[in-house]
C-alpha cells in the first residue's frame, strides 16, 4: 500500500503538521509506503501534490478547524483532485479534524465535507477522525493533548485502521473526546463573551453595527 499524508494547515509547525508526523512514523513501521506533505508548499504547483496523489491508495487529510470545517484551500484541494482526470480511482479517503475548542460536534463539519465528496468522485471515504484541543496542544507532542489518557490510544486505533484499509466509525473519537459538564460551559460562555467584547472594543469594532450584507 502507497499512503499520502497531507498536513491541511498553514502553519508549518502547528498541531496539524505534527499529528502528520506521528502518524507517518506510525505507519511506517506497518505499512509499505508513506509520503507526507504540507498543502501550503503545492498552492502554487498543485499538479505536482495531484502526481503524489495519484499513485496512492489511500490518502490522509489533516487540518485544523477554521470555523467549523477545514481551512478554505481544502476546497481548491478537493476541487484539482475530483477536476484533473485520473487522479482519483477509488483510493481510501481518511480524514482527520482537529479544532481549539474541547469538544468534537462544530468540527465535525469537516469530516462531513469530506464524506460527501466521496459520495460524489471516485474515492471511498474510510472514516474521520474529531479532535478538540488542539489549540492548547499548539505543535507540542500529542501525548499532552488534554485527556491524553483516553485520546492517545484512540488515535493510535485510528491509524491502525488506515493502514489495515478499513472503516473507522465515529464511535472512536466521541468515546475518547472530553466530556464538559453542562455547568463549565455555563460559567466559561459569558466569560469568554466578555473577553471577546472587550477586545472589539480595544479595537474599535462596532459589533452593534448592522451587518453590510443584511
Ligand atoms: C482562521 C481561524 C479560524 C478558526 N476557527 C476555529 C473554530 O471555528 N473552532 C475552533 O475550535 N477553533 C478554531 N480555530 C483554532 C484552530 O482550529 C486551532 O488553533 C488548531 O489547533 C490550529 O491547528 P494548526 O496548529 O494545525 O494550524 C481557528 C483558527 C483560525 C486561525
Redesign the pocket.
Known sequence: MKYIII?L???PK????MLKDYFAQKMHSNANDVEKCNLYDYLKSMNVLLDKVKTSDSIVLI??????SYPADTINLLSSMSESAGVLHGQSLYGFI????PYTH??EHGIRLLENFAENNPVEFKGGFVM?G??V???QPLEKIMGAKKMVPAVNAFIDHIIKDEHSSEALYKNAAMKIPSFITRILAPVMTRQIKKRFAAEGINYNAKSPYL
Not at 502547528?14 to 503538521?17: D, E, I, M, P, Y
Not at 482537529?98 to 475548542?101: A, H, N
Open positions: 498536513n494547515s498553514p502553519r502547528g498541531t496539524s503538521s487540518g485544523p478547524s477554521y470555523v467549523c482537529q479544532g481549539g475548542m462544530t468540527h478538540g488542539g489549540a496542544l499548539n505543535g
